[in-house]
């Protein structure tokens, strides 16, 4: 995660290569030619990202830098490896962290301080959330990712996609290029350089900080910032070039043993001359002296690899870090979203559907330890404790929640448009939320604006953006309980430590979720959102329309006409597998034993699953 000034001091020794061969390239080419390549993924995401930020903000008149959207950061990266691999190079791994030590939680949580920073200027310097001009024009991919430098643009720009990473991993799983992603249980960088030792494969990344890691004799390190592709006529493949590392050379010309030793001394005093650095990195004294914090540095660039994680690679990486962790510490690290920071964090909404995802990993670990969820509160990044539920308020929760995206009267929008359906869903969870908190709630006009079922009267609010906000922090909690619950059923069902009875609801309740769109599908922005959801026909907009009149009308007595009108509507799910309602009747008579056992039904509760059960 750093050396500060490494690639600085490196640079001047890199040498420039091809990847793979181009039309019309000389075989008597002096340079040299890369063949095979292990990519750092996440440095090659944000490489993209910031390509195609630099292109939107060159081609935009206005102040402010427009971000690029996951569909395009997903179709860029596409492109990027197809380009790499036309011209005969290898893509052996693409490697995305699962996992961070305990030792970089510190510089983990500066870099979420420094995104909720970035957001609060941001808003400070527009009062009023700027227009963001929606093209449809389809986004040039050979300007972007070839002829637009990164350092283009000096315009203020709001934080990168808090789901970026994931939502590439998504997409590379259902791209050709599915059989070399890998998610790890550690850090990407380990990964990359034991697989370039065995393969002698090149590294593609921008982290200099691999120069430091033992390579073998003959390791190489591709700077992603360094690629250019010449021109060349349109029936022909332009040769793509790039500065390439040799570590071990390096290090000899350098006169030390390995780069190791001169990145720790480096990163002791940032501020020395590269002279200096070397001959303090020759001196056999000073090593001894400094021996207990030479070691630590050296942990993180072991070559030892964590322990394997059977079942993480279908995971989102934040998801599976807390998988990983689970039987150490366990926790989380929620990005901050892109909200009003001066207002609550959009975080605090789902927090119950969490609380159930982590619940069901502690009853498969049989582990009691609390969750750890680092987000936004106020203006700082802190950590919140999470306690797991147990035994019957387990079940209990489980075994309601599924009638919280129980979608009778949505059931024309589902078969349509099941993105609106899971919008609505997560407003009424997050509309909910704000009722139990005594918090203000949005009028009608402004949430079927935002769904796009009636045009907005006026450009986006920052009002608007946070209640978006709080529906994207709702969606991915559903999305984390999917994904736990896809990890967690089998480990339940071939240990016995789930009965039959739970077992079966946990499989019901996946099945909900199966229309859950993917994340570049799903969390889209104000413009997008309203896009997707125009093309509707008048039946499922007028549905959705009366489904969210009926939440926001004052509710007098509630309890009574809600049952009613469950027992009396046909039950339908957003499987739209044609499957009858999965409670049988012998199911929900225990389920409602469980109920009437639960502490939680006899006490005031503000919990949302609680109150939900008593209604």
């Keep these: 995660m750093g050396i500060p000034r490494l690639s600085q001091d490196l640079l001047p020794y890199a040498e420039r290569v091809s990847l793979g061969t181009s039309s019309g390239q000389s075989p008597q080419a002096k340079q040299g030619v890369v063949t095979s390549l292990i990519i750092d993924g996440p440095s090659l995401v944000y490489y993209i990202y910031n390509k195609l930020l630099a292109y939107k903000s060159a081609s935009t008149p206005t102040l402010t830098a427009h971000l690029p959207s996951y569909v395009e950061i997903n179709r860029a990266l596409n492109q990027f490896l197809s380009e790499i691999e036309d011209r005969g190079v290898v893509l052996q791994h693409l490697f995305f962290d699962g996992a961070l030590p305990e030792s970089k939680r510190e510089i983990r949580l500066e870099r979420m301080e420094r995104l909720r ?15 963001v001009t929606h093209s449809h024009q389809a986004l040039d991919h050979e300007k972007a990712l070839w002829n637009t430098p990164v350092m283009s643009t000096r315009k203020p720009a709001l934080p990168a996609p808090p789901f970026m990473v994931a939502s590439a991993i998504e997409s590379l799983r259902n791209s050709k290029f599915k059989a070399q992603v890998r998610l790890v249980p550690g850090e990407a960088d380990i990964f990359c ?12 990344t921008n982290d200099s900080d691999l120069a ?8 190489r390190i591709i700077l992603l910032h360094s690629l250019e592709k010449k021109q060349a006529p349109p029936t022909t493949r332009g040769p793509i070039s790039a500065l390439v590392l040799y570590p071990h050379e390096i290090a000899a010309r350098l006169q030390v043993s390995t780069l190791l030793r001169f990145g720790f001394e480096r990163y002791l005093d940032p501020s020395l001359s590269v002279s200096i650095v070397k001959e303090r990195a020759k001196d056999e004294s000073r090593l001894e002296k400094l021996r207990d914090e030479y070691d630590r540095f050296s942990e993180q660039y072991s070559t030892i690899l964590p322990a394997d994680q059977p079942g993480i690679d279908g995971l989102d990486p934040r998801t599976a870090e807390l998988v990983v962790t689970f039987t150490d510490s366990p926790h989380i690290y929620l990005t901050p979203l892109l909200e009003d920071p001066s207002r609550d964090s959009s975080w605090s909404y789902g927090t119950t559907i969490r609380q159930m995802a982590y619940s069901l990993l502690s009853m498969a670990h049989a582990r009691t330890s609390p969750i750890t969820e680092y987000a936004r509160k106020g203006q700082r990044i802190s950590p919140s404790t999470i306690q797991a539920l147990r035994g019957l308020q387990l079940e209990a929760h489980v075994t309601v929640f599924p009638e919280q995206i129980y979608t ?38 402004q949430i079927s604006g935002l769904l796009g079922l009636q045009p907005l009267t006026v450009r986006p609010s920052w009002d608007d953006i946070h209640l978006l906000a709080n529906m994207h922090a709702m969606l991915y909690s559903f999305r984390i309980l999917h994904q736990i619950l896809h990890h967690v059923t089998p480990m339940l069902a071939d240990s016995g430590q789930g009965d039959e009875e739970l077992i079966y609801v946990l499989e019901r309740l996946r099945e909900r979720f199966y229309t859950l769109p993917n994340i570049a599908d799903l969390f889209l922005d104000v413009h997008e959102l309203q896009a ?5 026909s008048l039946e499922a907009r007028n549905t959705a329309s009366a489904s969210l009149g009926r939440l926001l009308q004052p509710r007098a007595s509630s309890h009574e006409a809600d049952l009613e009108r469950m027992n009396s509507q046909p039950q339908s799910d957003l499987s739209q597998d044609g499957k009858e309602e999965w409670h049988s009747a012998k199911r929900k008579r225990k389920r409602k034993r469980v109920e009437q056992q639960s502490p939680n039904t006899t006490t005031k509760s503000t919990n949302m699953f609680d109150l939900l059960i008593n209604r």
């Design 117 to 131: 920073h970035q957001l609060e200027t941001y808003r400070k310097m527009y009062p009023e959330f700027p227009p």
């Design 532 to 536: 997707r959801v125009g093309s509707i």
């Design 193 to 204: 350089a034991v697989a370039a030792k065995r393969t002698g494969a090149a590294i593609l």
């Design 408 to 445: 009778g009267d949505l059931r024309t929008v589902a078969a349509e448009k099941p993105l609106l359906a899971w919008y609505i869903i997560a407003f009424r969870l997050v509309l909910q939320q704000k009722l139990d908190a005594g918090k203000t709630t949005p009028q009608i006009s």
């Design 212 to 219: 430091a890691h033992d390579l073998g004799m003959e390791g």
